[in-house]
């Protein structure tokens, strides 16, 4: 079974760092593409970042472009966050996602909390 295992999630002051880590068992992970979502209870889930199946091509929502860096580690079947300069408006459930062309798999999410 396909599996997506987030984890680094926890609680940081504001400014403050975090880096997530997301693994992937069960499928041809260096085949696809991977994307990070966040979603705050009430409010739909958003896009945050997202990288190539070879991680040549990263893209970024305008919200945390330039304070987060998304990579991977196709050996490990890994899928990362770096995010820096965190705010409280980055508090929510990160979540980690893949597509193939018949299917789509999301992990259990990993809770950021940003508070001073």
């Known amino acids: 079974q396909v599996q997506l295992a987030e984890s680094g999630g926890g609680l940081v002051q504001p400014g403050g760092s975090l880096r997530l880590s997301c693994v992937v068992s069960g499928m041809s992970f260096s085949f696809y593409k991977m994307t990070w979502y966040r979603q705050t209870p009430g409010k739909q889930r958003d896009f945050v970042a997202d990288?190539?199946?070879?991680?040549?091509?990263?893209n970024y929502a305008d919200s945390v472009k330039g304070r987060c860096t998304i990579s991977r580690d196709n050996a490990k079947n890994t899928v990362y966050l770096e995010m820096n300069s965190l705010k409280p408006d980055d508090t929510a459930v990160y979540y980690c996602h893949t597509r193939t062309r018949l299917y789509e798999y999301w992990g259990q999410g990993t809770q950021v909390t940003v508070s001073s």
């Open positions: 990288i190539s199946s070879g991680g040549g091509t990263t």
